[in-house]
Nanobody, 126 residues
Framework: QVHLVESGGGSVQAGGSLRLSCAASGYTYSPPFMGWFRQAPGKEREGVAAMRTTVGRAYYADSVKGRATISQEYDKNTVYLQMDSLKPEDTAIYYC???????????????????WGQGTQVTVSS
């Protein structure tokens, strides 16, 4: 049974930083695709950042480019999302996701992931 456990959410003021962590357990191999999504009230879930873990290639949404960094500890099946210069519009529940091997992977498509964490709240006040 695969489990994803997120941590690191919280409340910060605009301009502040947060580092989210996601540890994957239950895999017999390191998940090749891991990503971060977020969902704000009344909005659809959107991709924030993702990583093709086997090669360390990162992908970012335009809304967070230059402010977010996704990184990993490959041998620990753990990914991190460092968010800097946070804005009130970054307020959302942030979800970690992991995807198994597949022919086609769309980094910001929820359908490209098989497992999801429970989510962690990030609140940015102005």
């Amino acid at each position: 049974q695969v489990h994803l456990v997120e941590s690191g959410g919280g409340s910060v003021q605009a301009g502040g930083s947060l580092r989210l962590s996601c540890a994957a357990s239950g895999y017999t191999y390191s998940p090749p695709f891991m990503g971060w999504f977020r969902q704000a009230p009344g909005k659809e879930r959107e991709g924030v950042a993702a990583m093709r873990t086997t090669v360390g290639r990162a992908y970012y949404a335009d809304s967070v480019k230059g402010r977010a960094t996704i990184s990993q500890e490959y041998d620990k099946n753990t990914v991190y999302l460092q968010m800097d210069s946070l804005k009130p519009e970054d307020t959302a529940i942030y979800y970690c996701a992991a995807g198994s091997y597949r022919d086609r992977w769309n980094w910001n498509g929820p359908e490209s992931y098989d497992y999801w964490g429970q989510g962690t709240q990030v609140t940015v006040s102005s």
